[in-house]
């Protein structure tokens, strides 16, 4: 069975679910880095030249692909659920968990790379844009079959172990 560590960008998808999979002594797969190699460009050269919703396409297409995949622990672009059906394919394809870290957290940890993310790269009120994100997006991770507040390793392993 696949895990999907969804959440908010910042949330921890990639530290944590690097962090799972060598535990569990499973690949990890970040989508982010397939949708980099396949258009050869960064994230904010896709959004800047392709736009926003190419990006989404991508993650759509990439997720489809995943039905082909097992055993994997897989860290999702912060918008990917919240785009099509993706979130009920997600559930379908695996556990999903949604890593529901606290807003004022995400502030501090997105302040300092607010420039490599494109969302928020030419934001004045970096605050604002992350509250606004968080109510639009909040509605489809909340849709996952697990939520975790302010993860950890050994809490989402916990979670995992419990089945």
Known sequence: MNIFLIGFMGSGKSTLGKELAQQ???????????????EEKKISEIFSE??????REKESLFLHQLQLVDE?????????????????LMNQLGMTIWLDVEENMLVERLKKEKNVRPLLANVENVEQKIHEL?????????????????????NLLELIASG
């Open 24 to 38: 569990l002594r499973r690949s990890f797969i970040e989508t982010d880095d397939w949708i980099e190699r396949s």
């Open 50 to 55: 392709k736009g926003e919703t190419h990006f």
């Open 72 to 88: 994997c622990i897989i860290a999702t672009g912060g918008g990917m659920p919240c785009y099509k059906n993706n979130m009920e």
């Open 134 to 154: 968080l109510k639009m997006r909040s509605p489809s991770y909340s849709k996952a079959k697990h939520i975790i507040k302010n993860p950890t390793a050994n």
